[in-house]
């Protein structure tokens, strides 16, 4: 009677398990892992990066090893290019702007504006921490100096007669530029 009793419980319990086996879900679970890559291939500079927003604390003379020495001229020792001579200063393409020496996000085309100032001018930063600010009085001027905020590159200046809603006019430097337009 025991092995009969057995006997009929594996006759249930292997069917049982069968079927069990049989409803778990073959399918693989997407587990991809997205990698954004940089946009912008700049192989000489190993702190360039669109995705990367770690604070840089790199010293003058390795931006001087691995910037092109116009934009060194501008991002370091805060030259200012000629107005109405910059690749940005009349575009009106949609797009992102970035570092062009670390790759920080900057401003999107959307804040942009034409301000006939010869320099390309934004109304408000992509986000607070694309950008902090310094006191300039240099050439006998009361000015705000606006740094990036990954890597402390000076990009331009920031004043107070922009357009609405800010009313700020964020005057930058194209060569410390890169532009990313919407449609790559």
Wanted: charged share 25%; hydrophobic share 30%; net charge positive.
């Amino acid at each position: 009677m025991k092995t009969r009793t057995q006997f009929f419980s594996l006759c249930f319990l292997i069917p049982l398990f069968i079927l069990q086996a049989c409803g778990q879900s073959t399918k693989k679970q997407n587990t991809k892992t997205i990698v954004m890559e940089n946009k912008i291939n700049k192989p000489g500079n190993p702190y360039y990066s669109n995705t990367d927003t770690t604070v840089l604390h790199v010293s003058n003379a390795e931006w001087k090893k691995v910037l092109p020495e116009d934009v060194y001229a501008v991002m370091r020792e805060a030259d200012t290019e000629r107005p109405f001579t910059g690749k940005y200063w009349n575009t009106d393409e949609k797009g992102t702007y970035y570092c062009a020496s670390c790759g920080n996000k900057l401003f999107r085309s959307g804040a942009k504006f034409a301000s006939s100032c010869g320099w390309p001018s934004f109304f408000e930063q992509d986000n607070k921490k694309s950008v902090v600010y310094k006191e300039d009085n240099s050439l006998g001027m009361e000015r705000t100096e606006v740094l990036c905020g990954r890597c402390g590159g000076h990009l331009g200046h920031l004043f107070d007669d922009g357009p609405e809603p800010t009313g700020k006019r964020y005057c930058m430097n194209s060569i410390a530029l890169d532009f990313i337009p919407d449609n790559k």
